[in-house]
């Protein structure tokens, strides 16, 4: 709890206000129970499953939707009723989820580069003709592989391109922080949740601080807590993260800018987003923390949406402010 202390500072009542909400979440009742949907292909420990599940519709043109590697692809459908992918299956498209899994002996020596040239690339081709929507990490991933493998059309959801753009004291903060836990990441040979997880916590600390003791005034029977704990629950577990994909994220984009730059190499091509012949939807969300405005890639058409990195996906308002327009724009020839 050094953050919330290095928060908080001399002001005890709001950290024991902020403690006590941690204590509150923690003790929450709320467990997620919605089962994986069918899985219609898999390259080692990766998947691609089906949310039109035959069920409830999905007839239309087909979507392959790629989370970030770093917290699992649940945000995309939290709970009933605030779905993205379920509510898309309804939607005139076919929504086939990437589940990156926990990685298994080959995936443990994978850098990004390679999960995206052996894993998502083989996913993609296995789907057929689709539109690639890629979230956070996953799109940053999803501009390479739609270099590497054609794809109907691109778009792109709170997205970190130009890692150069971050401010200065959340660069440094996020390098001081990766120098840090190197060493036990390569004793264990990956980075757990709970070693990658505070990381994030640095890009907006007073938001965390925040949003744990408002938690601690709420009522605990509402659902609007069950919704912040689900929430909670999805951004707190993951799968370790490879060391090489720990290292090249901490390296090669947000030290190097490699991918702002146009240096970065997948799969032995350069990755040159400029050279895509595809419509691009790049969506910003302008209050994000954690995926900065201006680290956006900056091509295509730009969807601006008043809200944060998360909210812009489950928030009361993602309906209309992000799904529509994302189902109008995969829907289009």
């Known amino acids: 709890m050094a953050l919330f202390a290095e928060v908080c500072g001399d002001d005890r ?52 939707v790629v989370p970030s590697l770093i917290n699992p692809p649940t945000v995309l ?11 898309l299956a309804g939607q005139g498209v076919r929504p086939l989820l990437v589940d990156w899994g926990t990685p298994g002996t080959e995936e443990l020596g994978f850098g990004v580069g390679e999960m995206v040239s052996e894993r998502l690339v083989p996913l993609l081709r296995a789907a057929g003709s689709a539109a690639l929507v890629g979230y956070c990490m996953g799109g940053t991933m999803a501009v390479a592989a739609a270099t590497l493998t054609p794809v109907r059309r691109l778009a792109l959801l709170a997205t970190p391109w130009h890692f150069g753009r971050y401010d200065a004291p959340q660069r440094t903060g996020i390098g001081e922080y990766a120098a840090a836990i190197r060493p036990l990441a390569s004793t264990l040979g990956a980075v757990p949740m709970d070693l990658l997880q505070p990381a994030f916590w640095r890009l907006g600390p007073e938001g965390v601080v925040a949003k744990f003791e408002a938690f601690g005034a709420r009522d605990p029977a509402s659902p609007a807590a069950a919704a912040f704990v689900a929430l909670e629950d999805w951004a707190n577990d993951g799968p370790p993260l490879a060391l090489r994909v720990a290292t090249e994220l901490f390296d090669d984009l947000f030290a190097a800018d490699l991918s702002g730059r146009a240096e970065w190499q997948v799969g032995g091509c350069a990755i ?35 809200g944060g990195h998360v909210g812009m996906v489950v928030g009361s308002r993602a309906r209309e402010t992000l799904w529509e327009p994302l189902a109008r724009f995969l829907r289009e020839d």
């Not at 459908?77 to 993205?84: I, T, V």
């Not at 040159?272 to 680290?295: F, G, N, Q």
């Open 13 to 64: 009542e709001r950290l024991a206000r902020a403690l006590a909400g941690v204590r509150a979440y923690q003790a929450h009742p709320y467990r997620r129970a919605s089962a994986p949907l069918p899985e219609i292909a898999r390259v080692g420990s990766v998947a691609l499953r089906d949310y039109a599940d035959g069920t409830r519709g999905g007839a239309g043109r087909t979507v392959v």
């Open 77 to 87: 459908d939290l709970a009933e009723g605030n779905s993205l992918l379920r509510w």
């Open 272 to 306: 040159r987003p400029r050279e895509l012949d595809i419509p691009i939807l790049d969506v910003v969300a302008m209050r994000d923390r954690i995926v900065p405005a201006t680290s956006a890639l900056g091509l295509g058409t730009r969807l601006d949406i008043d």
